[in-house]
């Protein structure tokens, strides 16, 4: 594909280009890589003042760049052909997927697949060998089901949602359009409920509904649990990596993202647009308000205000946690000046 190929799919995109003052630069592309990895004939992109000094060194055959001028004029004279845009990040994820498609099977129905005769199939569906729909379940048009997945009774698949190998969707789940569900993942299993009569524990039988609104992405084993009454629900086009744990009777807010071995126990209420980061541990019934942050390995056990950062264990508002790790790593020294002050004061 040209370079001027691309850059005329993204024209509304697109803010400067290299081919307005030289034309005639125009490289073929035949794929996309990371910038310190580049060969000829590829594309790759900058952001940030970390990769700017690859603009020196790679051998990309173009780039696509910021909006700054000294960033062309460095592109330009190393005869790099270059595309400039406000979000290079974005830009380059579309033109990744001018290059690679996800496999995509056609329509069809394995002979090795076992389908309750009640379960109500969609148009256009791909059923893999050895899945196992049960009574009552409903597939939308166009899903796409792969080997080995498992479909409790009474679950419901929306339209263009992929379930991949061998993952378990249990029942009263509802999951949206346009959902992915990756291998092994576990979608409305039963909740972590019992009661405690000091000899022993006593089951609480988890009779509420998972749901997953359109447009949610599931890591690879990850977990996410009904509750006993009432719903487990993740909003719209949230993201959720692997090795996730949701707790029974959690609410996830739209357009959420949360990282790999984050853990939230029942109850816990995320707004719209929070960000998780890994390993991140929120108590039972903590809320978290829109636009929250936790930077990576937060231990969240109170209510973490809208648009606030927080960051440690015990979490704690991020510049407050910065001053608090600027100290720690000096405590042996203050330590030592403690102990020599409390010395002198003995001596007095």
């Keep these: 594909m040209k ?3 691309i850059a005329s799919k993204f024209s509304d995109t697109i803010k400067a280009h290299s081919l307005t003052t030289n034309p005639e630069q125009d490289p073929e592309i035949t794929g996309v890589v990371a910038i310190d990895e580049a060969i000829e004939g590829t594309i790759s992109y900058v952001e940030g003042a970390k990769f700017v000094s690859f603009i020196n060194s790679t051998n990309a055959s173009a780039l696509i760049l910021p909006l700054d001028e000294k960033l062309h004029t460095q592109a330009t004279e190393r005869g790099i052909a270059w595309l400039g845009t406000t979000e290079p990040r974005l830009l380059f994820a579309k033109v990744i997927a001018l290059f690679y498609q996800p496999y995509r099977p056609s329509a069809e129905i394995h002979p090795t697949a076992v389908i309750h005769p009640t379960a109500k199939i969609g148009k256009n569906v791909y059923i893999g060998a050895h899945v196992v729909i049960q009574p009552g379940v409903e597939i939308g048009n166009s899903a796409i089901i792969h080997p080995n997945v498992v479909i409790y009774p009474g679950a419901k698949i929306g339209d263009r ?11 009263r789940t509802r999951i949206g359009s346009d959902c992915v569900i990756h291998s092994s993942a576990v979608i409305g299993a039963e909740g972590f409920g019992f009661v405690d009569t000091r000899t022993s524990w006593v089951k609480i039988e988890q009779s509420g509904y998972t749901v997953l609104e359109d447009g949610v992405e599931v890591g690879c084993n990850t977990a996410i649990d009904r509750p006993a009454v009432g719903e487990t629900r993740v909003g719209r086009n949230t993201k959720i990596d692997n090795l996730v744990q949701i707790g029974h009777g959690c609410e996830i807010g739209t357009g959420c993202a949360i990282a790999g071995q984050t853990g939230m126990a029942g109850g816990v209420k995320v707004g719209n647009r929070v960000i ?7 108590a039972n019934q903590v809320k978290i308000g829109d636009g929250a942050i936790a930077s990576a390995q ?3 056990h109170n209510n973490v205000a809208p648009g606030e950062i927080v960051s440690g264990s015990p979490a704690m508002p991020h510049k407050l946690y910065l001053k608090v790790s600027a100290i ?6 203050i330590y030592q000046s403690v102990k020599q002050l409390q010395r002198q004061l003995g001596q007095k």
């Excluded at 949602?161 to 029942?171: D, G, K, M, Q, Y």
């Excluded at 720690?328 to 020294?333: A, E, G, M, T, V």
């Design 3 to 5: 370079f001027s190929e």
């Design 328 to 333: 720690y790593s000096r405590l042996p020294d």
């Design 298 to 300: 937060a231990g969240i």
């Design 161 to 171: 949602t992929t379930l991949h190998a061998n993952c378990t969707i249990h029942e």
């Design 276 to 282: 998780l980061a890994g390993q991140t541990g929120i």
